[in-house]
């Protein structure tokens, strides 16, 4: 319930009547988006002659030597969650997200062993004090971190690289975003939002410390776990485009050296002929019917929701809240997930409001 300065109150109740045969329910979902291929992939390394246009890219570490970034080597990935017929500028708060699923395809032929799990910090660094538990290193996914004026609306795959204008994005303990490139020798927390889990191209699962073999399904699932990366992931819904990072802490010891993984870009040739290699997306999400704005002036009042296709939305007044005493104003339609807004004459000191949903016969 909200009480205006004018003494008005705004009181909001939702009423769901489900269709037997309706796919997604009342309307708000869970609906499922995807995308076969990112609007832009970049593998962000500073020798990269060919940026946005290189058909793989290489996840790598230079540790346990210095002198180099820790994570050296990173592939970012966007995808225009718009084309995806997810609805944008709802507001970040008013998406749900159930889970995200970026699948990458393994390029590479050097013998890795399969990891799905994360390492100690402390068997990392240049002088580790703890051993690697088992076998190999996991393939990590981050979000995407910007500096030097770009921004997740304005970064694109041919950027120029200047001092890694995108990076692996983490957060601290206080919720503080942080650049994970150096996290090791930065003495940093860097748990990845997802690690890789490995399906070769014969649909077989792999077990940890088997051999990775090229054409595996790379798919690493973010199920939002924290307030900081659930409202990156709802900020990327919300204007439309989400980065995310790949990297790794294979180490590489010098130019043509060979030993870390490697990732097929949209550009590379077999994506053209097969569309099958590129990095793509599943996003599973549910829309709750939200009023995002109340506004009230002397002698009218205005209500502002999201909404689904399918449905109507029927806004009624009261002035009392009897059983008889509601009254229809209006009623909305939408034919694609968007914003409605309802706007009439309350010259009352005090009214009720309610918007009832109903399935479209």
């Known amino acids: 319930m909200f009480k205006s300065p004018l003494h008005c109150i705004l009181w909001i109740v939702f009423v769901f009547r489900l269709a037997a045969t309706s796919v997604h329910g009342d309307g708000t979902g869970p609906f499922t988006a995807q995308a076969l291929e990112p609007t832009g992939d970049r593998w962000m390394y500073p020798s990269n002659s060919t940026p946005g246009t290189r058909i793989t890219a290489s996840t790598f570490s230079f540790l346990p030597f ?5 994570r050296f080597g990173q592939f970012v990935i966007g995808f225009n969650t718009a084309a995806m017929g997810i609805p944008t500028g709802l507001g970040p708060e008013n998406y749900e997200i159930h889970h995200l699923v970026l699948t990458a395809v393994y390029a ?3 013998p890795l062993h399969y990891d799905p799990s994360e390492d100690p910090l402390t068997s990392l660094g240049a002088a580790p004090s703890t051993a690697d ?3 190999g290193r996991p393939l990590e996914l981050h979000g995407t971190g910007f500096r030097n004026g770009f921004s997740a609306l304005s970064f694109v795959e041919t ?8 990076f692996a994005l983490g957060f601290d303990e206080n919720g503080v975003a942080q650049d994970l490139t150096n996290n090791v020798t930065r003495g940093i927390p860097g748990s990845p939002w997802a690690t890789g889990s ?10 940890p410390g088997e051999i990775i073999p090229a054409y595996s399904q790379v798919s690493f699932t973010i199920r939002p776990a924290s307030p900081e ?8 819904l919300h204007q439309g485009i989400l980065w995310c990072t790949l990297s790794s802490f294979h180490p590489v010891t010098g130019p043509g050296s060979s030993g870390f993984p490697t990732f097929f870009t949209k550009e590379h040739p077999e994506q053209a002929l097969y569309g099958d290699v590129a ?3 599943s996003v599973e999400y549910s829309l709750p019917l939200r009023i995002l704005s109340f506004e009230r002036t002397t002698d009218t009042a205005s209500l502002t929701w999201n909404a689904s296709p399918g449905y109507q939305y029927i806004i009624q007044s009261s002035e009392d809240l009897g059983a008889t005493a509601w009254v229809e104003r209006a009623t ?3 034919p694609a997930p968007d914003v409605l807004t309802w706007t009439g004459t309350s010259p009352q000191h005090r009214a009720f409001f309610r918007i009832i949903r109903t399935k479209l016969p």
């Open 66 to 70: 210095t002198g180099a970034d820790d």
């Open 108 to 110: 590479s032929n050097d």
């Open 133 to 135: 538990p088992d076998a």
């Open 159 to 166: 950027s120029p690289y200047g001092n890694r204008n995108a």
């Open 198 to 207: 490995i399906t070769t191209s014969q649909g077989q699962a792999l077990l």
């Open 229 to 236: 990366i659930t409202r990156y992931l709802q900020q990327g």
């Open 279 to 281: 990095p793509r997306l």
């Open 332 to 334: 909305r339609t939408s």
